[in-house]
């Protein structure tokens, strides 16, 4: 099967072509996956534009949004370092002179961007000195009560004002002035001595340098996210383990973390009910399971043991086949079994050391195929209904077997 993209739609996921089906499901998987991959590259690549120009300009909204997400997106080994590294951006952005921009603006400036908030006292006591400082002085006066705000002095505001590139305040007052000062706002290192100057223009290119290594470094992992799709394939062509898919499935997941939200349950399971509805499956599977999973026959040189899986008939050992059923653990099935046509599972039984199955299988639920739906209220409604090829006299559906026509 091919992994190019072909024209599907929606009624492929239900088609009776069985070939539509699986090119449905790997589709579907494909999207999932390119949706998370472009979700991660987009803020992967950020990541390091956005740590220059924090480094040159302040920190802003887009940066903090990055900075709280970005460590995700990051392989889980670099996650701390990345951590490390916003937090000496922001301690080096802080030193040079940078704070966030919304607290440098006057009452006058919020509302000429159309930001509510502090009108009122602020407005009214004075419009042209910025929020921080007037703030202080209302709260050193009585008029406002202290709350959990950043403080910081006139000296910081004006620094920062200048920094980037707004006008610069008058010392004395604390009143905005007309001036800008461009000298400052086209140098982020500006307020640094000469000396310090090349010891923090040093650490930002080794920071900014080793960013841009774990950022490959995390591209080129995800990128291999796709590798999961030829497995989905083979997987619906009965050619991997469930153990062996469920393993490359939760490197992926693990990578990924819930901020992407990458699920391929769905597809996974859908693909797994492909591979045992077309058969790959069957020479692990006993007759007894074969006719319930099809409805059909079995050839009949299988049927005198019943409860022996095909493989071990034909000679395969018993502990090869054990394990493959654990890993398996069971099959979801389309027959009309349960009065109408609809899926459902059955476990896959322990077998003894003749590799018999121990009981009849189990019905399992068809929303997750591992709960069982054994209950009283369904034994007893299904119980004289269920035509159950070669029940045992212990089970709860026994009644004429419908493959041989003994009663058991």
């Known amino acids: 099967m091919t992994l190019e993209r072909e024209p599907i739609i929606e009624d492929d996921m239900y088609s009776d072509n069985l070939g539509r089906r699986k090119l449905y499901w790997v589709q579907n998987a494909a999207s999932e996956v390119d949706r998370v991959l472009d979700s991660i590259s987009r803020e992967l690549t950020a990541f390091p534009q956005i740590s220059r120009e924090t480094l040159q300009t302040g920190e802003s909204g887009n940066s903090i949004t990055l900075f709280m997400t970005i460590p995700q997106a990051v392989l889980a080994q670099y996650r701390e370092q990345a951590v490390s590294f916003i937090g000496e951006m922001r301690s080096l952005a802080h030193e040079k ?21 502090y009108g009122g006292i602020f407005w009214d006591t004075d419009p042209d000195v910025p929020i921080p400082i007037l703030r202080d002085r209302l709260v050193a006066e009585g008029k406002l009560d202290q709350d959990r705000s950043e403080t910081y002095t006139l000296e910081e505001v004006d620094r920062a004002r200048r920094l980037a590139g707004m006008t610069k305040l008058d010392l004395a007052t604390g009143r905005v002035t007309d001036e800008i000062d461009q000298k400052a706002a086209d140098n982020s290192y500006y307020f640094l001595s000469p000396e310090r100057q090349v010891e923090v223009v040093r650490r930002e290119d080794e920071i900014l340098t080793e960013i841009e290594r774990i950022t490959k470094t995390a591209l080129a992992a995800h990128k291999t996210a796709r590798d999961i799709l030829p497995s989905l394939v083979a997987y ?17 997941v693990e990578r990924t973390t819930e901020t992407y939200g990458l699920s391929l349950t769905r597809q996974i399971r859908e693909l797994k009910r492909l591979a045992v509805e077309t058969g790959k499956w069957d020479y692990i599977l006993t007759p007894q399971e074969i006719m319930l999973r099809s409805g059909g026959s079995v050839d009949p040189r299988y049927l005198a043991q019943p409860y022996t899986p095909l493989a071990i008939q034909d000679g395969t050992d018993v502990e ?75 089970d709860w559906f026994c009644r004429e077997n419908p493959a041989s026509g003994d009663k058991q």
């Open 97 to 117: 002179g940078f704070r966030f921009e919304p607290a440098l603006l006057t009452s006058k400036e919020h509302k000429n961007i159309s930001s509510s908030g």
């Open 236 to 252: 619906a062509d009965g050619e991997i383990t469930t153990p062996a898919l469920k393993a490359q499935y939760e490197i992926l």
């Open 320 to 394: 090869k086949v054990t394990d493959l059923r654990q890993g398996e653990q069971s099959i979801t099935v389309n027959t009309s079994l349960l009065e109408y046509e609809m899926p459902f599972g059955f476990r896959l039984e322990e077998l003894d050391a003749q590799g018999n199955t121990v009981k009849s299988p189990t019905f399992l639920s068809r929303d997750d195929g591992e709960t069982v739906i054994e209950d009283e209220r369904f034994c007893e409604y299904y119980g004289q209904q269920i035509k159950f090829p070669f029940a045992r006299p212990t």
